[in-house]
């Protein structure tokens, strides 16, 4: 089979042909290649030895010298290329102690993770295929080269890894492998969070979000999300539901689009039911507050996976509000504009509806009516330039210094209620009338 790959990576192979190296594309982007999907990056593995790959390229840099890699500049573009190599042992469930070069692509290939991922490319070649990759991609399934107990005690991250493929291309968990997944996968605690991160956010951005229930299933979230445990074990019986709350989860995952936010928001919206559940006598199951508690446990989560500010305080304020507790009016979407901000104000409409979709049919009949009603007052407050906050406000605090306030709180306060007047009606967004209604406010306190 021949395949199509990038000029700079020919280049790169044959450049170490010449010289008397094997050299071969390797891993990913051959997997991707094969199965016509865009690869994101192309990656080397050579016979050569660091030096040697060094002295035959005018730009490199050492980006992990010491497993072997050199990066290869060319253009604009950096290409990894890796000598041969069988990895010596694994002190921290994740990384070699140490490593030892080889002349042989086969003992480097029985190294890597799944056999999809254990095939080599070269012009001269063709594909090398020593563990059945491609016949792996043809049945669909994801399996652990050679002994799945030896490749997840090296790499306890590539459990997660498993599940992770399997969502980005739609595949099953070979049993073998599920099985190993089953046993080890206590040892995903002993990874950094910021590893388990960067996989759920993989996972989730795919094109089937909904496979994180395969992570419940073999005890990955257990170990890594306990939280997703406790809403797939929660039920929900009330007029707007005929799901559990983790099926209902699993559902609003795929109406929503892959946004980073969105996803995440999803995923998390509803963590706070299993705390927050109430039964009647009748068996109806209420779930009273689980938008604040949920919001605080997203807090918890996100912070605790080491992610960055800004994600965490947008998911946060997503989930918080995804029930949208404003009223279904101009003045209500005013309000909620304030609150979210106008950034975050459109994803929210999406979190709502994405949410009622993982609902039954009476309560998407009842929500999304009133979403597409929420919808046409957001155009026409936003058509009208109404003023949503302070900074769109027609008075500010140097306005009410000139009039005779001072400083501190009480201007802020102020402020404040001015805003909220006009929230309620924009007409009301002059200088003339806010400068008298705050003087009112000061002189009635």
């Known amino acids: 089979m021949r395949m199509e790959i990038p000029a700079h990576v020919a280049f790169i192979i044959d450049t170490l042909e010449k010289a008397g190296f094997e050299a071969y594309a390797v891993g990913g982007c051959v997997r991707d290649t094969i199965l016509g999907r865009e690869p994101g990056d192309w990656d080397v593995t050579t016979s050569a030895r660091p030096g040697q790959v060094k002295r035959l390229f005018r730009r490199t840099a050492d980006t992990g010298i010491k497993h072997g890699t050199v990066t ?9 290329v890796t000598t041969y190599r069988i990895d010596g042992e694994y002190e921290d469930a994740r990384h070699p102690k140490e490593v030892a070069f080889t002349a042989s692509l086969t003992e480097d290939l029985k190294r890597r993770d799944f056999t ?34 030896e490749r997840f005690t090296e790499d306890a991250l590539r459990m997660l890894r498993a599940v992770r493929f399997s969502a980005q291309l739609g595949f099953a968990v070979e049993g073998e492998t599920a099985a190993a997944v089953r046993e080890m996968a206590g040892r995903l605690s002993l990874i950094s969070k910021e590893r388990i991160q960067a996989e759920l956010d993989k996972l989730l951005l795919s094109g089937h979000p909904e496979y994180i229930r395969r992570a419940y299933e073999l005890g990955i979230t257990a170990v890594i999300l306990p939280e997703f445990d406790r809403i797939m074990e929660a039920p929900q ?13 699993l559902k609003t995952l795929q109406h929503v689009r892959a946004d ?30 689980h938008a604040k508690i949920s919001a ?4 918890g989560i996100l912070k605790g996976l080491k992610f960055d500010n800004a994600t965490l305080e947008a998911v946060t304020k997503l989930v918080y509000y995804h029930d949208f507790p404003f009223p279904v009016s101009k003045a209500g979407v005013r309000k909620a504009l304030n609150c979210l901000g106008e950034e975050l104000f459109p994803l929210l409409l999406e979190v709502c509806e994405a949410d009622s979709r993982g609902k039954n049919r009476y309560a998407q009949e009842t929500y999304l009516p009133k979403l597409l009603a929420i919808r046409e007052h957001y155009r026409e407050v936003r058509e009208a330039g109404d003023c949503v906050s302070l900074k769109d406000l027609a008075i500010n605090g140097r306005d009410l210094i000139a009039a005779g306030m001072k400083p501190g709180k009480e201007l802020g306060d102020a402020l404040e209620r001015c805003l909220e007047e006009v929230l309620g009606d924009p007409e009301k ?11 009112r406010q000061i002189e009635g306190s």
């Open 116 to 149: 999809i991922n254990a095939m080599a490319y070269s012009p001269k070649a063709g594909i090398i295929d020593e563990f059945e990759g491609m016949e792996d991609l043809k049945r669909g399934i994801i399996r652990a080269v050679g002994n799945a107990k």
């Open 72 to 80: 290869v500049l060319l253009g604009g573009d950096g290409y990894e």
């Open 237 to 249: 019986r009330n007029r707007y539901h005929d799901l559990s709350v983790g099926e209902h989860t």
């Open 260 to 289: 980073h936010l969105l996803r995440w928001t999803m995923l998390l919206h509803d963590f706070g039911k299993p705390k927050a559940s109430l039964t009647d006598p009748d068996g109806t199951i209420h779930f009273h507050g």
């Open 296 to 299: 605080e446990l997203a807090k």
């Open 429 to 439: 967004n002059t200088r003339e009338y806010l400068l008298e209604s705050a003087l």
